[in-house]
């Protein structure tokens, strides 16, 4: 990969009581190629993510970040520093630029066509995103309120790329972090290869890791803001900043909130259960969660429980049990939480995988399409009532316009509130 920069910075000073304080180490910053957008499949149909809905083109960059604070637990060196990638969607200027790949080429061998088995490696020269490569930031806005994501466990950001680009069409930059050891397959700089070594046993501890990265990218966007030679210099606000993930990105984001009050608001796409810290204390920043059905539904077959090696009052039991304790947990989120339940989509359903391998996915009712429409228009409002302060359109009192929906307010000092939808 061409490296276009590279960027050492001096320890950021003091800007504001927001400018938290760290080690005495900075990041170090790389802007790469952007992939380009091939010029056909070779074989096979195309797959077209769903265009953005917003004013907005989309631009997009990929940058590369080492942490001089950090060790790399996955690697037998000892000099070698956690380092990521990360993908940045914005508001881009009505012409310039050329249309991006949906990801980076990757190499035909076993390593890649395992790590991306969920979908098929085949399938991904096949995907149009509707990014822009090296397209202008906007003149629109001086500055663009940023947010973060974070991908599930095996997964990599562009699994998301719907959600990232709709986001930025309404003049957002959102940065999608590749979380190396627990993605799937990518190469680093130089041509190294990571994949997802996480293991169940190290789970908790991967998740603060995840949640470190994000906190790490923001400190790296600052850097980039305010001293980046790029196209993003001056144009981050800041101090209106989201972060979301969906699965283990969704337990990640979270417990960033928790380790960094620059997060303003946080969403979280069918992530459950939370970091331990999460779950008994909460988070002080605004909360959406959305889920197909709670973890312990349905219940549990008879197959299921002998498997389990429990008995079927005892399944009840733990539900009922789990049910309180996450009623507790939102309701310990600052102003509350709000949860939105899709009816007919699984844990797939949160990204763009059934669109592009819908053989794959037989099992999921709704239609991928759909999913993906709901999911955005519920982030959008989220994120627009919380970084932008707008009217609360879709979390306001009226009931969804999505008979697929329920809305859930859980109110700290009050009764929970429910809304089901009903045909628009």
């Known amino acids: 990969m061409r490296i276009r920069f590279c960027l050492f910075a001096a320890l950021l000073l003091a800007c504001g009581p927001r400018l938290h304080q760290r080690a005495a180490t900075v990041p170090v910053v790389r802007e790469m190629e952007t992939p380009r957008a091939p010029a056909a499949a070779d074989t096979g149909q195309i797959v077209r993510i769903p265009a953005p809905t917003g004013p907005y083109r989309v631009g997009r960059a990929t940058f590369h970040a080492i942490d001089p604070a950090r060790d790399e637990a996955f690697t037998p060196e000892p000099d070698d520093r956690r380092e990521v990638i990360f993908h940045v969607w914005y508001p881009a200027a009505e012409e310039g630029g050329v249309p991006a790949a949906f990801t980076a080429?990757?190499?035909?061998?076993?390593?890649?066509?395992?790590?991306?088995?969920?979908?098929?490696?085949?399938?991904?020269?096949?995907?149009?995103?509707?990014?822009?490569?090296?397209?202008?930031?906007?003149?629109?806005?001086?500055?663009?309120?940023?947010?973060?994501?974070?991908?599930?466990?095996?997964?990599?950001?562009?699994?998301?790329?719907?959600?990232?680009?709709?986001?930025?069409?309404?003049?957002?930059?959102?940065?999608?972090?590749?979380?190396?050891?627990?993605?799937?397959?990518?190469?680093?700089?130089?041509?190294?290869?990571?994949?997802?070594?996480?293991?169940?046993?190290?789970?908790?501890?991967?998740?603060?890791?995840?949640?470190?990265?994000?906190?790490?990218?923001?400190?790296?966007?600052?850097?980039?803001?305010?001293?980046?030679p790029g196209r993003l210099r001056g144009r981050l606000d800041l101090e209106r900043v989201g972060v979301f993930g969906q699965s283990r990105g969704g337990f990640a984001a979270p417990?960033?909130?928790?380790?960094?009050?620059?997060?303003?608001?946080?969403?979280?796409?069918?992530?459950?259960?939370?970091?331990?810290?999460?779950?008994?204390?909460?988070?002080?920043?605004?909360?959406?969660?959305?889920?197909?059905?709670?973890?312990?539904?349905?219940?549990?077959?008879?197959?299921e429980l002998v498997a389990a090696g429990q008995t079927r009052e005892q399944a009840i039991a733990e539900a009922a049990a789990d049910s309180l304790r996450r009623e507790a947990t939102f309701r310990r989120m600052g102003p509350g939480a709000v949860?939105?339940?899709?009816?007919?989509?699984?844990?797939?359903?949160?990204?763009?995988?059934?669109?592009?391998?819908?053989?794959?996915?037989?099992?999921?009712?709704?239609?991928?399409?759909?999913?993906?429409?709901?999911?955005?228009?519920?982030?959008?409002?989220?994120?627009?009532?919380?970084?932008?302060?707008?009217?609360?359109?879709?979390?306001?009192?009226?009931?969804?316009?999505?008979?697929?929906?329920?809305?859930?307010?859980y109110d700290p000092a009050g009764p929970t509130r429910v809304l089901r939808g009903t045909v628009p």
């Open 105 to 228: 080429e990757v190499p035909d061998d076993s390593i890649f066509r395992r790590s991306y088995s969920f979908i098929g490696v085949e399938k991904l020269p096949r995907v149009r995103a509707n990014a822009f490569a090296d397209a202008p930031v906007s003149g629109a806005e001086r500055r663009y309120p940023v947010i973060l994501f974070s991908h599930g466990l095996g997964a990599v950001a562009a699994m998301y790329t719907s959600f990232q680009e709709d986001l930025a069409s309404h003049g957002y930059v959102v940065v999608g972090v590749d979380h190396p050891y627990f993605s799937a397959a990518f190469q680093l700089p130089g041509g190294r290869t990571v994949r997802n070594l996480s293991r169940p046993a190290s789970r908790q501890q991967d998740v603060l890791t995840q949640a470190q990265d994000l906190r790490f990218v923001l400190d790296a966007l600052e850097l980039l803001d305010r001293e980046g």
């Open 255 to 303: 417990h960033a909130c928790r380790l960094d009050r620059r997060f303003d608001a946080c969403a979280n796409l069918d992530g459950y259960s939370l970091t331990p810290a999460v779950m008994d204390s909460g988070i002080a920043q605004p909360y959406l969660h959305v889920e197909e059905l709670v973890p312990w539904q349905p219940a549990p077959t008879d197959s």
């Open 339 to 409: 949860l939105v339940t899709v009816r007919g989509a699984r844990h797939a359903s949160f990204s763009d995988q059934p669109l592009i391998a819908p053989e794959r996915y037989r099992d999921i009712a709704i239609d991928a399409r759909r999913a993906l429409q709901i999911t955005r228009a519920y982030l959008l409002a989220f994120f627009d009532l919380h970084l932008r302060n707008r009217p609360p359109s879709l979390l306001g009192p009226i009931p969804p316009p999505y008979p697929e929906v329920t809305v859930e307010f």
